[in-house]
């Protein structure tokens, strides 16, 4: 059964970092784009970065704070959040475009659990 399990979020003071890892388990053979959305409460799921063979791309509340990776051998994505500020409080959820399996299975839209960071003032 392929999963996208996530790690890293917590509590942490304005102005601290935190890293966040998705790892994509299961039978997967290769993994497409990867990223990271937020929600807020009261607000909708929106875009954080994301990151693909051509590049990344960050929402403009991110950018210059925030850094996504991917180790493509361990089919792992990473969010680096540093100067974190109250508003970026929300459950951070890992996606997956598109991934293939060893057996030739394609599956799309693929989410992680979400994981809770929460940032004090």
């Known amino acids: 059964q392929v999963q996208l399990v996530e790690s890293g979020g917590g509590l942490v003071q304005a102005g601290g970092s935190l890293r966040l890892s998705c790892t994509a388990s299961?039978?997967?053979?290769?993994?497409?784009?990867m990223g990271w959305y937020r929600q807020g409460p009261g607000n909708q799921r929106e875009l954080v970065a994301t990151?693909?063979?051509?590049?990344?791309n960050y929402a403009d509340s991110v950018k210059g704070r925030f850094t996504i990776s991917r180790d493509n051998a361990k089919k792992t994505v990473y969010l680096q959040m540093n100067s974190l500020k109250p508003e970026d409080t929300a459950v951070y959820y890992c996606?997956?475009?598109?991934?293939?399996?060893?057996?030739?299975?394609?599956?799309?839209?693929?989410w992680g659990q979400g994981t809770q960071v929460t940032v004090s003032s």
């Open positions: 996606n997956v475009d598109l991934l293939t399996t060893y057996d030739g299975a394609v599956l799309y839209d693929r």
């Open positions: 299961g039978s997967v053979y290769s993994v497409n784009a």
């Open positions: 990151i693909t063979i051509d590049g990344a």
